[in-house]
């Protein structure tokens, strides 16, 4: 069986991404009810801690990803045209490199 024809890497991309983003919102969640930063400072200590900034870094990546998958799997099944296709498929990727960018931005500017 081919990864390739049978959309298995995808599936698993997306399932994977998917675990991620539930396992870094439930430590959030549970960090910040447990203890939650008293002041702008501490949270901004906190979020921009190596670990803490890789986490996050990698929580947008999964997010990008997990997104890239289900939409481009939503255009491909129902946007029959393939100009039409092509051109949303460039749009979204385009968007999603934009927001990526602008995360990677947001994630660096805080750990420095």
Known sequence: MSWRASG???WLLQRVSAVYLAAFFIYVTSVLLIAPPQNYLQLKSWMSELPMALATALFFLALL????VGMRDVLI???????VRL???ILLAGGLLTLGLWALRVVLMGAI
């Open 8 to 10: 298995l890497r995808a």
């Open 87 to 89: 051109i949303l498929l």
């Open 65 to 68: 990803a997990h997104a890239w």
């Open 77 to 83: 099944d129902y946007v029959k045209p393939f100009a």
